[in-house]
C-alpha cells in the first residue's frame, strides 16, 4: 500500500445506552476533549494531581523536540498510588489480585496482603543488592509472584524489563544483553494446554555469555529443590527469610526509567522502548479511570500477558492505582474447552473484559454456543487492543458478549504510547471498523508523506501531533532509533500505521505501513523472522511477509533460497519452522514456507516484501521502478 490512497467507509453505527455517558468519570467526551483543547497543560496537570507525588513538579512539560520532559522537578513512586493510597483510602481488604491456574486453581490478595509481599521482595532484591537504575529481566508466567516482583522493583527503583515467557531462548539472549540485566527472575515452568513447560532451562541458554548477570531467581512450582541449584541461582521464596516487612518507596525523579519493554522493530534487533516514571503513571491512571472508567466495585480482566504494553498498563499499574479488583490468569482461550473463559467471567464477575480480535475470532469459529452456556450478566464494558477489531468480529463480539446493549471499546495504541491513545469513548456511537476517536489529551491526525492532513476517505500515515506524558523517552542505548519516530514528519510522531478518517473524525486504523507483522496480536520484525531463518545452515536467504489469516489477523509466509547443495523438502520446511519456534518462539512460526530461487530486489539490494505480498495475493504489483531485473 502507498501513503495516499481512497478507502470505502463503513457507514453503520450503534448507539450505547445513555446511561453509560451520564454516570461515567470522562462525562461528555465532546466538552472533556474541548476543556483539553483550551489548556492542554492545564489538562495534564489536573491529570497527575490524580496520583500521589512526594514533591510537586515545577513545570508540566518542557518540550525540546523530539525530546520531552513531562512535570519536572517532581518526584513520586507508582507503587504509593497502587497500593499504599489503598491502603490508607480504606481499601485494605478490598481484593487486588484474582489469580486462576489452568486447574482451577485459585489466589487472592487483598490491596494490604499485596502491598506487604511487594515490600518483602523489595527488601529481598535490595539484600541481593539490587539498586536504583539496575535492569532487571523477568522471564515468568502470569502468577501472583510475577506482579509483586515487578511492583518490587518498581519500589525500589529498579528498572524491569518483562521478556514474554512464550520467546526462545535466542530473544531473551538479546533482550538481557541489550538491557544490560543485573538479575532474571524466572520460574521453573510454565503451565499451558495441561502441559508443563520448562523456562528455566531456556533461561540457562539465554544468560551464556550475559556477563551482567550475576543472580536468577527461580520461582519454583512444581518441586525443584534447592541443592540443585548453580551458584548464581537462588529461590524465589528463600529470599524472603527473615526480611524486613517495611519497604519505604524509592524517591524517583519524575522522569527517572520505571521500565524498558522490547517491541519489534523493522531491523532485527527489537527496540527497548523506554518509559518513565511520573509520565506513565499519569497516562496509565488517566485512561484506567477516564477511559474503561474502573469504579470502585470493577472487576477487570485483561486476557494480555505482563509481557506486552497491555499487560504493563491495563494489568498491573493502571487498574491498581485506579483501585479496582484484577484477574489474572494462566489459561489458554480454548482449553479444556472454548468456554473456559466465559465460565471465569461468570465466576468471578467479571464487569470490564478486555482481550484482542484474534481470541474473538478464534470464538466466532467455534461458535456462540460457547459463551451462551454462561450468564455473562456482570460485564458492562467489552474492550479490543492490539490489532484491527475487523467489522464482522465487532458484530459478533457486541451482538454475542456485549448483548447488543454493553459498550465495545476498541483501543488503539502502542508499547511507545504506553497508554490508550484512540478509542470509542463510552457513551459515544460506535461504528465497526473503526478505533474512535483521539482520547481527550491526545491530538491525532491522518497525513500523507509531507504531514499535510488528509480529508476525510483518504487514507496515509497516522501521526500524533503533540507530546503527552506517557509517551516513550527514548529507545534503549539507541536514541537515533527514537528520532526516527519523530523525524519522518517533522514535528510529528509517526506510529507506523496507515490509517483513514470518516467525516466525524473517526478513525479507522487499516495496518503497518511497515515490515511489521502483526500474528494474533504479536508484533513481528520481518527481519527478526529472516535473520532467525537464514542462521539455518541450509538457508541462503529469506524474505517473510503477513497474509491474511482468517483467525489470527496475519499469518507468517516465508520465501526461502536455499545454499547450494540443499532440496526442498517437507522435512527440511519441518525443520526451518522448528528452528525459528526454538530462536523466537511459536509465535514467529512460519504458516507456510515457499523455496525460491530468487527474491524480487530494489536496485540498492532491498529485498521487496510488497512485490512478494502483491504476488501472493494476486494485486497489482504497483510502483515497481525501483525493481531490480
Ligand atoms: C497496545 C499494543 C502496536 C501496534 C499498532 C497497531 C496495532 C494495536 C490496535 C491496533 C488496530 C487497534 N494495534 N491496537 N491496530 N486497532 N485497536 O498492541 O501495542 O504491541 O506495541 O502494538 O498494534 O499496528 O501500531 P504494540
Redesign the pocket.
Known amino acids: 500500500m502507498s501513503e495516499d490512497f481512497e478507502v470505502i467507509l463503513h457507514t453503520k453505527s450503534y448507539l450505547p445506552d445513555p446511561e453509560y455517558k451520564a454516570q461515567s468519570h470522562l462525562g461528555d467526551y465532546h466538552n472533556a476533549y474541548q476543556e483539553f483543547l483550551k489548556n492542554p497543560e492545564g489538562f495534564w496537570d489536573r491529570m497527575a494531581r490524580e496520583i500521589e507525588w512526594m514533591k510537586p513538579w515545577d513545570k508540566v512539560l518542557e518540550w525540546d523536540y523530539p525530546y520531552a520532559r513531562w512535570f519536572s522537578g517532581g518526584t513520586l513512586n507508582i507503587t504509593t498510588s497502587c497500593l499504599d493510597r489503598h491502603i490508607k483510602a480504606g481499601r485494605r481488604n478490598k481484593l487486588a489480585l484474582i489469580w486462576r491456574g489452568e486447574d482451577g486453581e485459585e489466589r487472592v490478595y487483598t490491596y494490604r496482603q499485596l502491598h506487604r509481599d511487594v515490600m518483602r521482595f523489595a527488601n529481598a532484591l535490595k539484600r541481593l543488592g539490587v539498586k536504583k537504575g539496575d535492569r532487571i529481566c523477568f522471564y515468568m508466567p502470569l502468577v501472583p509472584e510475577h506482579i509483586i516482583a515487578l511492583l518490587a522493583c518498581a519500589r525500589i527503583g529498579a528498572v524491569h524489563s518483562i521478556v514474554y515467557a512464550g520467546f526462545g531462548a535466542e530473544a531473551l539472549h538479546a533482550r538481557i544483553r541489550d538491557a544490560e540485566a543485573k538479575v532474571v527472575i524466572t520460574a521453573d515452568v510454565g503451565k499451558r494446554r495441561g502441559k508443563v513447560i520448562s523456562l528455566r532451562s531456556i533461561v540457562d541458554d539465554a544468560i551464556r555469555n550475559t556477563p551482567s548477570v550475576e543472580k536468577v531467581i527461580v520461582l519454583c512450582r512444581e518441586k525443584c529443590s534447592v541443592e540443585l541449584y548453580s551458584e548464581m541461582e537462588e529461590d524465589f521464596y528463600s529470599l524472603l527469610d527473615g526480611v524486613e516487612t517495611d519497604c519505604p518507596p524509592e524517591e524517583m525523579d519524575a522522569e527517572d526509567p520505571l521500565f524498558i519493554l522490547y ?1 519489534s522493530g523493522t531491523t532485527g534487533m527489537p527496540k527497548g522502548i523506554v518509559h518513565t516514571c511520573g509520565g506513565y503513571a499519569t497516562g496509565v491512571h488517566y485512561t484506567a479511570r477516564y477511559i474503561f472508567d474502573l469504579k470502585e466495585n470493577d472487576v477487570l480482566w485483561c486476557t494480555a500477558d505482563t509481557g ?3 499487560g504493563h498498563s491495563y494489568i498491573v499499574y493502571g487498574p491498581l492505582s485506579a483501585g479496582a479488583t484484577v484477574v489474572i490468569t494462566e489459561t489458554t482461550p480454548d482449553w479444556p474447552d472454548p468456554g473456559i473463559w466465559w465460565s471465569i467471567i461468570e465466576e468471578l464477575g467479571v464487569t470490564i473484559f478486555y482481550t484482542a480480535p484474534t481470541a474473538i475470532r478464534m470464538f466466532m469459529r467455534v461458535g456462540e454456543e460457547w459463551p451462551n452456556k454462561y450468564n455473562l450478566d456482570s460485564l458492562r464494558i467489552i474492550g ?6 475487523n467489522p464482522e468480529a465487532f458484530e459478533w463480539y457486541y451482538r454475542v458478549i456485549g448483548k447488543n446493549r454493553i459498550p465495545v471499546l ?7 504510547t504506553g497508554m490508550h491513545m484512540i478509542t470509542t469513548p463510552l457513551g459515544e456511537p460506535m461504528k465497526p471498523g473503526f ?1 474512535g476517536l483521539p482520547v481527550p489529551g491526545i491530538e491525532v491526525d491522518v497525513v500523507d508523506k509531507d504531514g499535510n492532513s488528509m480529508p476525510p476517505g483518504q487514507g496515509g500515515l497516522l501521526v500524533i501531533k503533540k507530546p503527552w506524558p506517557s509517551m516513550m523517552r527514548t529507545v534503549y542505548r539507541n536514541d537515533e532509533r527514537y528520532r526516527k519516530y519523530w523525524n519522518q514528519i517533522r514535528n510529528y510522531y509517526t ?3 496507515l490509517a483513514v478518517k470518516d467525516n466525524d473524525g473517526y478513525i479507522m ?1 487499516l ?2 505501513s511497515d515490515d ?1 507483522i ?1 500474528v494474533a ?3 513481528l520484525g520481518t527481519a527478526e523472522v529472516e535473520s532467525a531463518l537464514v542462521e539455518h545452515e541450509a538457508v541462503a536467504e529469506a524474505a517473510v511477509i503477513g497474509v491474511p489469516d482468517e483467525i489470527k489477523g496475519q499469518a507468517v509466509k516465508a520465501f526461502v533460497i536455499l545454499v547450494k547443495g540443499y532440496e526442498p523438502s517437507q522435512k527440511l520446511v519441518s525443520e526451518l519452522t522448528y528452528h525459528v519456534r526454538m530462536s523466537i518462539g511459536p509465535i514467529a512460526m512460519p504458516a507456510s514456507i515457499e523455496f525460491v530461487d530468487s527474491l524480487p530486489r530494489t536496485r540498492s539490494g532491498k529485498i521487496m516484501r510488497r512485490i512478494l505480498k502483491a504476488k501472493e495475493m494476486n494485486m497489482d504489483l504497483g510502483d515497481t521502478s525501483t525493481l531490480e531485473e
Do not use: F, K, M
Open positions: 517491541t506486552w504494553i497491555t479490543s487492543v492490539g490489532e484491527p477489531l476498541d483501543t488503539w495504541w502502542q508499547t511507545e478505533a506510529a507506523g500505521d486504523i495496518g503497518r511489521i502483526i496480536g504479536h508484533n
